[in-house]
C-alpha cells in the first residue's frame, strides 16, 4: 500500500468511513463519522453476545425441565428454576434483539426501547439487591427451612428416588 503525504492514514486504511477530503463518508441516506461507526458495531457485537447468554438460559432452562425432574421436585412447587430460567433467557434474548435492530438499523424506536428496558432492568436489579440485603436473616431461614424440610423427609415413603439426587449431590461434591 503506498501512502500518500497529504492523507491521513484513517482516511487510506477506511476510505468507506471517512472520505478523501475529510467529510464523513454517507451511509444509508446520512453521514456517519468513523466513532458512530464504531459504537454501532460494539453495541451490535455485544448485543450478539448476550442474546447467545439468552439462548443459553433458555436451554438450560429446558434441560432442567426435561431432564433433572429430581432437582424441580426437590425445591417444591412454589419455586420453578426451570421456568424461571426460561423467562429470563427469553427476556434476555429479546432486549439483546431490540438492541441489535436498533443498532443495525439506527432505529430511534428501537434504541429508546433498549434503552427503556436496560433502565427497568437495572431498576429491578438495585431493588432485588435491596431486598435480600435488608432480610437477609429471612432469606437464610426461609432457604435453611426448605432443606431441614426435605432433609427431615430423605429417603422415607413420601421421597422418590429422584428427589433424593440432590442431596447425594451435595454430599458428594462437599466431600471432595
Not at 492514514?9 to 456517519?32: C, D, S
Not at 432442567?64 to 417444591?76: C, D, P, R, S
Not at 426501547?113 to 435488608?134: G, H, S, W
Request: glycine share 8%.
Amino acid at each position: 500500500m503506498k501512502f500518500n503525504k497529504g492523507i491521513s492514514l484513517i482516511q487510506q486504511v477506511a476510505p468507506n468511513f471517512v472520505g478523501v477530503n475529510k467529510q464523513p463518508a454517507k451511509i444509508i441516506g446520512r453521514h456517519m463519522d468513523l466513532g458512530e461507526a464504531c459504537v454501532k458495531w460494539i453495541l451490535f457485537i455485544m448485543n450478539i453476545i448476550v442474546s447467545f447468554a439468552g439462548i443459553g438460559f433458555i436451554a438450560v432452562g429446558l434441560y432442567v425441565k426435561l431432564e433433572a425432574e429430581g432437582y424441580e421436585e426437590f425445591l417444591g412447587n412454589d419455586i420453578s428454576v426451570s421456568t424461571m430460567l426460561i423467562w429470563i433467557g427469553a427476556a434476555i434474548f429479546i432486549v439483546a434483539g431490540l438492541g441489535c435492530c436498533g443498532a443495525n438499523k439506527s432505529s430511534t424506536l428501537f434504541l429508546t426501547m433498549y434503552f427503556l428496558l436496560m433502565c427497568a432492568a437495572i431498576f429491578a436489579q438495585v431493588v432485588l439487591i435491596i431486598v435480600f440485603i435488608t432480610n437477609k436473616e429471612e432469606v437464610r431461614t426461609d432457604i435453611s427451612d426448605i432443606f431441614t424440610s426435605k432433609l427431615q423427609l430423605y429417603g422415607g415413603e413420601n421421597f422418590t428416588q429422584n428427589a433424593t439426587e440432590p442431596f447425594d449431590y451435595l454430599q458428594k461434591a462437599v466431600r471432595n
